[in-house]
C-alpha cells in the first residue's frame, strides 16, 4: 500500500473554489484500465454551495461524511447532462470515477438503468467506514488495493481492444473503425453498449469528445480542435452536453463548473 500511495500523490491535482474543496489525483499505472482517477469535494461553509457537473464518460463510486460523521455510499450512472450539485454545510465527499470495463469486471453489473441517475450502496461496501474519509491519501491507497483485488485473469479481448481504441481516441473515432479494428461488428457492440451502459456506442464517443473539448475551453480555446463538422456544430455540441455556450464556460471555470475547474490544473 504504501508504494500505492507514493505513486498516487505524485499525480495530486488541487482546486480551490471559495468554500468549496476539489482535489483529483490519478490512479496507479496497474489500474487505469479500469480507474480514471480519485477525487474529493469539500464544502467547508456553513452553508450549502451550488455547482454544476458536466458529463465525462466516468462513472463514480462517492462516499460521503455528513458534519455528524454519518456515512453514505452510492454510485452513479453515466451522465449525458449538465447537473446541478448542491453540496450540503460541512460535508465530506470523496469518490472514485471509473472507466467503463469497470461496471461488468469489477462491479459485475450493468448500470443501464442508472443513466443520469445513481443508486445508494450498502453503507459497509468494500468494507469502507466513515474514518475512511478521514484521510484522502489513505483512502486511494485502501481503494487501490481493494480495486487490485477484484480485477479478474481473464478479460474479453475485443472489450479491452475496443475500450484501448475508444479512450486513445478521446472518442474521436467512428462506430465504423471501431468494428474493423476491434473485429466487432457495429450492431453487437451497440447492443453491449445498450444494455450494459444504458446508450448507444455513438453517443458515449461523443460525450468523451465533449470532454476533451474542455480541455482546449479551459485555456480560451474557443474554436473547435477535434472532429466537430464546423464551428456552430462545436457550438451546439457543448452547449448540449453543458447547457451554456463555450464561451460561459470558460468565464465561469473556477467557480461554477467542477470539471473544467480541474482541468486547468493539468
Known sequence: MEKLNKSIANKERITMNNKLHYKFID?????????????????????????????????????????????????????????????EPNTLIFAIGFKLPATEY????????LLDKGKQLPNDFWDFAA???????????????????????????RKQKLFELIYASKGEITVKELSEKA????????????????LSLKAYCNILRFRASLEHIAKGEFFPELDFADQNHFIKQVKKFSGVVPTELFNHKNDRFILLSTLKQK
Open 27 to 87: 490512479p496507479d499505472n496497474s489500474l487505469t484500465d479500469f480507474v480514471a482517477g480519485f477525487w474529493c469535494l469539500q464544502n467547508t461553509s456553513e452553508y450549502a454551495e451550488e455547482a454544476i457537473a458536466l458529463p465525462d464518460g466516468r462513472i463514480d463510486l462517492f462516499l460521503t461524511k455528513s458534519v455528524s460523521g454519518q456515512l453514505s455510499i452510492g454510485i452513479l450512472g453515466l451522465g449525458t447532462q449538465p447537473d446541478k450539485v448542491e453540496v
Open 131 to 157: 474514518d475512511d474519509l478521514d484521510d484522502f491519501d489513505a483512502f486511494c491507497g485502501k481503494a487501490s488495493q481493494k480495486i487490485h483485488s477484484l480485477i479478474p485473469k481473464d478479460i474479453d479481448a
Open 106 to 113: 469489477i462491479f459485475n453489473f450493468s448500470i443501464a438503468d
Open 183 to 198: 473485429f466487432w461488428s457495429s450492431r453487437q457492440m451497440n447492443r453491449y453498449f445498450n444494455q450494459q451502459f444504458g
